[in-house]
């Protein structure tokens, strides 16, 4: 095998990593680990979508029932905050593409804040609602009536499956955090965008899980 | 060796072991040959902690009555042998020492796409076993590796959850190193390289980063909501609360059998490499041996029912997935009928890696063929839950994919370490691994067929003369096992300086010092050949190449 010097790029910026040879190779990769990463996301949730799947169709009207105990104002307010906080999101991304800083700051924050807004109608109204319903399942479930084993499995389903979407939500806004103290310090500009692009990608597939939660919850058969 | 390449030895350059000292220098590094060695160290340890079970067990059944331990004790030895050596032995074998080692070399790249998440991949690792040598000494698991619910979730009184996040938990070494190679091999490559002048190492090491990042997930969730049912009392896969414990099987083995192939896929890899080297010999039909990788990760997905014929799942379900079991012996066949032919009039020579590459080769034959009686349908009615079963993974497993490991280590020890090791002991070591292990599992095909059950501590009379000569064999097979760990660690001190390439093998990493810089290339490789271009055998050729 021959061997040559590649002339390596002449400007060596502080955030190329020493191991690639050029921004666009780092930023490459970045792009598609973000997406090989989001596959394996999908694995992880299709597993809980599988077995959700499985016990509506061995158990449909206890699904129907349990899906009826949800609080739908609820979860139709959260499913607007989160396609919100994905066009702040695809906000914050173009103007870190134009190199805006203050209004990149701005969009991250508004990101976050319907981020935690989400997360405190989950928690405030929803969970604490379900506790005191007695709707929590290895807490004290309790719905007597003929559907109750299929109305708790749903209510595992449920709360494992808005469980860890809601820990997704949280990463996430960790992620933000840390996009606004780097924006902050001036690490980008408009030529070194791409944490800031793959993190509005990991932001935008939280939303879309959501997008088939709040159906399948919320929706489907219970009530319309 | 021709002096062309010959250089300073190795104590006064600079190569990546001795560029930087001390224990931190170790356990905060990015450079993926560091990772790699920590990974070898780690896993070495879980495979001697596994094998020592084994030993224990073998000792046991020289007795029809059980001669060691309680029935009780032996279902924890069984249930964790079976844990550690798949998921904290197996499954990062090949892919978390040799692939984190070579899959930059082979490419010409200085290091993985993400550095600091390969090194978080091994404290997560080392996190999962933690908790799973703590489930061990607390008392350990007795489900059977394979966590069957409801037994798991809700009767058995050991350390299930322990276990279940550490399972859990090192999962996501899998899932991160499979991504970070997935990256690494598409978005890095050295100019010239392309796809199809890839080595078939890392076109079985793409296959397996696909599985891993497909399939670990799944059980991730599987695993985590059976660690949630136990600890809530809760119903998922529990009949007596709706649950359904055939969903739990078909999540499990939803990965759980693409993981034998994460298992098997790598081993294939190293074979490849072996088999050119040392028989220097262009691959045969490099093609269908590189897409005969992605054809065993796509038909993996769809042949995990081959593992419920007997568990109530419908009867033309068990039909389809059948037909699948047998579709995937393609793959496979197509694989050790090219070895074959690349072996066919090459320049052979039985170095040690050479040795264990065409024990693979037999041995894994041997374990595929069992596999389609366990495939068909009437046979695995008569064959399942028999030692039968287990002679047949054991030959997958052991006879395959530890074997590969070993032929692996062996032939890139010198590049690892910048070590010769003793050649005469090496090549013992290999015939005492091959002799020790048809005698360990040999007879147990036979066990099987004659209808001895699998994880019982205690067995008929007239099985005896077989269990002991199993027994025998688990002996010769450890001293095996043992002879390598003295004098692959006597040569990283004492051992001759390696040369940059001992084997005259063709591939980037051969191209670099032993051990490599940090850097691992002074100056980026361009490729211009296909791989394995070891042309005619003429030495003629090769001395003019220098």
């Known amino acids: 095998m021959a061997e040559a010097a590649i002339p390596r790029a002449a400007e060596h910026p502080p955030y190329l990593a020493h191991h690639f040879s050029d921004i666009e190779q780092q930023n490459e990769a970045g792009t598609l680990g973000m997406w090989v990463f989001l596959v394996t996301e999908i694995m992880f949730f299709g597993g809980l979508f599988a077995g959700y799947t499985i016990y509506r169709y061995l158990y449909l009207p206890g699904f129907e029932a349990g899906s009826r105990l949800l609080e739908v104002q609820f979860g139709a307010i959260n499913t607007a905050v989160l396609i919100g906080s994905s066009l702040t999101m695809a906000l914050a991304v173009r103007s870190a593409q134009l190199g805006r800083r203050k209004a990149l700051i701005g969009f991250l924050v508004l990101t976050i804040l319907l981020g935690l807004v989400f997360l405190g109608v989950k928690f405030n109204f929803e969970w604490i609602h379900d506790y005191h319903e007695h709707l929590v399942p290895g807490m004290g479930f309790s719905h007597p009536g003929p559907h109750e084993p299929a109305i708790q499995l749903f209510f595992c389903f449920y709360f494992f499956m808005t469980g860890l979407h809601a820990l997704h939500m949280i990463v996430g806004v960790g992620i933000m955090a840390v996009l606004i103290a780097m924006a902050a310090r001036g690490k980008f500009d408009g030529g070194h965008y791409s944490p800031i692009e793959v993190s509005g990608l990991y932001w935008h597939f939280v939303d879309i899980v959501w997008i088939f939660l709040f159906p399948l919850l919320y929706l489907v058969g219970g009530r319309y | ?546």
């Open chain 2, 1 to 546: 060796m021709s002096a062309a390449v010959a250089e300073a030895p190795a104590a006064t350059r600079v190569h990546y072991l001795n560029a930087d000292y001390g224990v931190k220098s170790w356990l905060l590094t990015t450079d993926h040959k560091r990772i790699a060695l920590l990974y070898l160290g780690t896993i070495t340890l879980m495979f001697f902690v596994g094998g020592t079970m084994a030993v224990i067990m073998r000792m046991h059944l020289i007795d029809p009555a059980g001669a060691l331990v309680q029935p009780a004790t032996y279902n924890k030895l069984f249930t964790m042998h079976g844990i550690i050596m798949i998921f904290f032995f197996l499954i990062p074998s090949i892919p978390a020492v040799l692939g984190n080692f070579l899959v930059p070399m082979m490419i010409g790249a200085r290091d993985l796409a993400f550095p600091r998440i390969n090194l978080l991949s091994w404290y997560i690792f080392i996190v999962g076993a933690s908790l799973a040598l703590y489930s061990l000494v607390a008392g350990g698991v007795d489900t059977g590796w394979t966590f069957y619910t409801p037994y798991s979730s809700t009767y058995s009184n050991t350390h299930v959850i322990p276990m279940a996040l550490g399972v859990f938990i090192a999962g996501f070494t899998s899932i991160l190193t499979g991504l970070n190679f997935i990256v690494t091999i598409h978005k890095m490559r050295a100019p010239g390289l392309t796809w199809f002048r890839m080595p078939l190492f890392l076109w079985a090491m793409y296959a397996t980063s696909l599985i891993m990042i497909l399939g670990t997930p799944v059980v991730a969730i599987t695993i985590f909501l059976v660690g949630l049912e136990r600890l809530l009392r809760v119903g998922i896969f529990d009949p007596a609360l709706g649950g359904d414990p055939l969903l739990f099987q078909h999540l499990f083995w939803f990965y759980s059998h693409p993981a034998v192939y994460i298992m098997i896929l790598p081993g294939m890899g190293v074979v490849s490499e072996l088999v050119t080297c040392f028989s220097r010999k262009k691959i045969f039909g490099y093609s269908f041996v590189a897409f005969s990788s992605m054809a065993i990760a796509v038909i993996s997905f769809l042949v995990w029912g081959h593992h419920m014929f007997v568990s109530g799942q419908s009867i033309y379900a068990g039909l389809i997935f059948s037909l699948l079991s047998f579709l995937v012996g393609i793959p496979y066949a197509i694989k050790v009928f090219n070895w074959t032919a690349t072996l066919h009039q090459g320049s052979i020579s039985y170095e040690a890696p050479m040795l264990y590459a065409l024990g693979f080769i037999g041995l894994f034959t041997m374990g595929g063929l069992t596999g389609l009686f366990l495939a068909s349908l009437a046979t695995d009615v008569h064959l399942n839950g028999t030692y039968f079963i287990v002679a047949h993974f054991h030959y997958i497993m052991v006879g395959g994919a530890v074997m590969a490991y070993m032929g692996g280590i062996h032939f890139w020890w010198p590049k690892i370490t910048g070590r010769l090791y003793p050649d005469l002991w090496a090549r013992l070591a290999a015939a005492i691994i091959f002799i020790g292990f048809n005698l360990t599992f040999f007879p147990q095909f036979m066990l099987g067929y004659l209808g001895m059950p699998r994880r019982y501590a205690t067995y008929p009379a007239e099985f005896q003369v077989l269990n002991v000569m199993s027994s025998a064999g688990a002996t010769i097979l450890g001293i095996g096992y043992l002879i390598p760990l003295v004098y692959l660690f006597w040569s990283m001190r004492y051992g001759p300086i390696a040369p940059p390439n001992p084997w005259r093998a063709k591939g980037l990493e051969w191209q670099t010092p032993s051990p490599p810089p940090t850097q691992n290339f002074d100056v980026t490789p361009v490729v211009t050949e296909e791989a394995y271009s070891y042309g005619p055998p003429e030495a003629a050729r090769e001395a003019a190449h220098g």
